[in-house]
């Protein structure tokens, strides 16, 4: 599936490149990705899907990640949707959905984060995650199959979701209130669910008001020009915390949360949001990619210091998916020749390390120099989500673009 | 401070190489760790220590680990009641032991993990490591200083720790009670414990008493002499639990509790408490050594499956000071020349890999292959600790046995 490095042509910039870099994420998408998850993945002894999968698709933990039976099922009725209404997608979506209805949820509406293969509760966090990924997967299914009970859950677990997050005081807190932090990582979900239900439901001045809220505190509290930077936890006030975790920057996640913006800025034909998409892909590639072994690491420090976690040098799967997304999307979004340049770096560099010319799918894990640290496909993080999301939208985007 | 190898014949089989590997821990403590941390650590503004150090004693963070605080004063105590009655130790100790009175303690009598530099809690943690730490401390100043409130605050700690971990239902819960787990290291930090209290407060019904149930609970539930492993984490009645998290092994955890089984066994001259701790040490030295880099991975997997942790393989410092402890004592309790050759090898793969020939003291963490992946001398995490108890036991061990 890879695409092999062009002379100093970038793909992107040619037609024919295009062409190939279309039928790259499409193939790999049909005929690599999906194959390695369906039908292998589907439980039809106890419902939803079993995710933890070693290389060769050996089930190597039954427990089953609430946050990828969700996944799984909306990537699997927005394939339905939108490449072609095969019956198939829509019958496993559905076998994923009605695992999570039938277990997932707690008592008091709340979702779990793990399960016994059968449905019976691990887990549950203070972070309301699962309950975005059950959102989307509803919404992408109300449109599907054209329920409205479905869309009626979505907006439902939506609220939830938004309650939970952005309700003072809510959320048990992991840190006592001596030093309040606020976090990027709940605003960028907070866009991309309320753009998956939009997309789905239709527009609603509800989502744009959650999107509008959402970007306005990445705007105003974690992009830092002065340093050119987006921070991944702030200050209430947005002050940058001069400790381990405040310094701690994700520049894979920053990127997916611009490329979010990007897609906002697209839909709302808003060149500022463009502009603030890019000016984030711009920093956060600067502060992320590894001059020495090529690939994204996954955490740096804003002032250069040592980063606490051991393994903050690592490169991880998913940075990856949502950089050739953002670089692919930046250089639809302007034309800038710069990001198919590193369109093209990073989409040859993660093809070539991640994927496995064997047994299809993306391996998860690499060290800083590019050697496996596991052999795992599917985890209770890594399920069917990032990477096809990947193939999907550039092959769509390079399709309608 | 790195003995070189010394051809086939281990240091530790000739009294010249033991005399030579005295030194090597002796100097290693007295003039290349402990001047790294003090006076340098020492927060005259604020009390206790400032541990969060880079390479060169840069203070990289200025938040203090209750952890750190209460370890740091015990190995200054320590040293001070079997080393020499420097007054500057028992002042640095009581410096320490002073903050954590003043700030460590929640009203529920139970202590917090994180404190900002001027002592307000940041984070409480559901475990209470944090209590094992004060209570040795407290232990070990009762000592110094011939001070009955210590030692009765000693008792008290430990028996608020006891009771937390071990009375069921009053930990707050980390998972629902589907499938109930319990773990190997709150049994060796209350044997561990429990031995700091005897050897400084003096011997007591109550501390064999619980020395005697958790040796009992690691026998019956977490040493598997068919598998030939010591479990991290088993169900309620010893079951392997088939998941990533029970299946994961920890064997420098699980060598650092052999360590304490044989004190334990030469404190009672009980052979065989000595030969269990050597079977552990046999099996988890088997499992863990990298045979391709060498040291000691981090993580294994009972059945030799993929573990769920990316980071699995790194090389941290811990685990090998606690090698280097248990395959000494090991030795020294069965004369058997197998010990003498593994603690060759992990003491000079160790002192190869992890000291700073420039800044003295250990890096913390280090790749598969050796090359580090930050440069933190402290954190959260690394203190005055174990390396330093790695050099002051050794040094005693080979000094009086």
């Known amino acids: 599936m890879m695409v092999a490095p062009n002379s100093s042509t970038p793909l992107l910039t040619t037609a024919a490149g295009r062409q190939q870099l279309l039928a790259c994420y499409r193939d790999g998408l049909l005929h690599d990705t999906l194959p390695f998850w369906f039908p292998r993945s589907i439980d039809r002894e106890h419902g939803g899907f079993l995710h933890c999968l070693d290389h060769d698709g050996t089930v190597v933990d039954?427990?089953?990640s609430v946050w990828a039976q969700g996944r799984?099922?909306?990537?699997l009725f927005t394939l339905y949707n939108t490449i072609e209404p095969r019956p198939d997608w829509l019958e496993w979506g559905q076998h994923g959905l009605q695992f999570l209805e039938?277990?997932?949820?707690?008592t008091d509406g709340r979702m779990f984060f793990q399960l016994t293969r059968d449905g019976r509760p691990l887990r549950k966090r203070r972070y309301a995650f699962s309950e975005c990924f059950a959102a989307i997967a509803h919404a992408a299914h109300a449109k599907a199959a054209g329920d409205n009970r479905s869309a009626e859950r979505a907006r439902e677990i939506f609220e939830l979701f938004t309650r939970w997050n952005f309700t003072p005081g809510l959320m048990p807190p992991k840190w006592t209130d001596t030093r309040p932090m606020i976090g990027f990582g709940p605003r960028i979900i907070t866009?991309?669910?309320?753009?998956?239900?939009?997309?789905n439901l239709g527009d609603a001045p509800y989502l744009t008001s959650w999107i509008d809220r959402c970007i306005d505190d990445i705007r105003h509290w974690f992009v830092k020009p002065e340093l050119q930077v987006v921070m991944e936890t702030v200050g209430e006030d947005g002050a940058i915390l001069d400790h381990f975790d405040g310094r701690t920057l994700n520049p894979g996640h920053a990127i997916e949360g611009a490329w979010f913006l990007l897609a906002e800025g697209r839909y709302r034909k808003d060149a500022s949001?463009?502009?603030?998409?890019?000016?984030?892909?711009?920093?956060?590639?600067?502060?992320?990619w590894d001059q020495e072994f090529g690939g994204l690491f996954y955490f740096r420090d804003v002032y250069h210091k040592p980063v606490q976690e051991y393994w903050q040098d690592?490169?991880?799967?998913?940075?990856?998916?949502?950089?050739?997304i953002a670089t692919l999307l930046a250089y639809i979004c302007t034309g800038d020749v710069k990001y198919a340049r590193w369109h093209q770096q990073v989409h040859d560099w993660a093809h070539?390390?991640?994927?496995?010319?064997?047994?299809?799918?993306?391996?998860?894990?690499?060290?800083?120099d590019g050697r496996r640290s596991n052999t795992l496909k599917g985890s209770l993080w890594k399920s069917c989500f990032h990477h096809p999301r990947m193939q999907w939208l550039c092959w769509q985007l390079?399709?309608?673009s």
């Open 62 to 64: 039954t427990d089953k």
């Open 352 to 368: 070539h390390h991640f994927s496995d010319q064997i047994n299809g799918e993306w391996f998860g894990y690499l060290h800083r």
């Open 273 to 288: 949001l463009i502009a603030l998409g890019c000016q984030m892909i711009d920093w956060m590639w600067e502060r992320g």
């Open 191 to 199: 866009i991309v669910t309320a753009q998956e239900l939009r997309a």
């Open 314 to 324: 690592m490169k991880f799967w998913w940075p990856h998916n949502e950089t050739i």
């Open 398 to 400: 390079l399709a309608h």
């Open 102 to 106: 039938r277990h997932a949820f707690d």
């Open 72 to 75: 799984m099922s909306w990537m």
